[in-house]
């Protein structure tokens, strides 16, 4: 695979900027101590049970967070798109084993940045700080609350739709097992979801 740095470097400056305004200053070290990584479709960049020491951002591809059961079922927690952030945050910041692996989903591109270092340039930076801050208010309160009532509170068929909300063309680039098991139902299930609204 040719890597494109620049624009993944790009992708990358603009995320960061959906959160807080980071200066060019601050954007350069924080590429100082990142490295392009490929990872192949199926690979692991984090298996279940070792402790998380970096985070990714995704450049290009598709990185899936999941446990299998004693039963061998495949439990999906998390998708992660371009331009996102994946980690084993709760493994990161208690530097315990992770209860998850993260897989790669299609050949693809990521950035991966060493989390002690990531945290000392959130300390020094105050733009990346704010940054952090945003980022975590966003996507692991708001987006977590609002996954953690849409589960509690909504039917198999509008837990669907949020998903095709939340994750616009996805259904197109991943399997509909793995989008059954992020949803919590049967593939037989949601192929009858399916099924039902396109009569509608």
């Known amino acids: ?79 992660f798109l371009e331009g996102n952030f994946a980690a084993s945050t709760v493994s990161l910041l208690l530097s315990a084993p992770s209860s998850f692996g993260i897989g790669s989903l299609e050949e693809g591109v990521v950035l991966e940045m060493d989390f002690t270092k990531y945290k000392q340039l959130i300390y020094e930076c105050d733009d990346l700080k704010n940054f952090y801050i945003g980022y975590l208010e966003q996507k692991w309160i708001i987006e977590n609350e609002k996954r953690q009532i849409s589960f509690a509170a909504q039917n198999a068929t509008d837990r669907y739709l949020t998903f095709l909300n939340d994750y616009p063309s996805l259904d197109r680039r991943v399997s509909q097992r793995l989008i059954a098991s992020y949803l919590g139902i049967t593939p037989t299930q949601l192929s009858r979801i399916r099924t039902e609204l396109k009569k509608n």
């Open 1 to 79: 695979m040719i890597l494109d740095e620049e624009k993944h470097k790009d992708l990358f400056q603009k995320s960061l900027n959906r959160f807080a305004a980071v200066t060019e200053d601050s954007f350069a070290k924080l590429i100082s101590i990142s490295k392009f990584k490929t990872v192949k479709k199926g690979e692991y960049i984090l298996i279940k049970g070792q402790t998380a020491r970096k985070i990714y951002f995704v450049c290009k591809g598709i990185l899936i967070s999941q446990w299998i059961d004693h039963e061998g079922n495949v439990h999906i927690k998390n998708f």
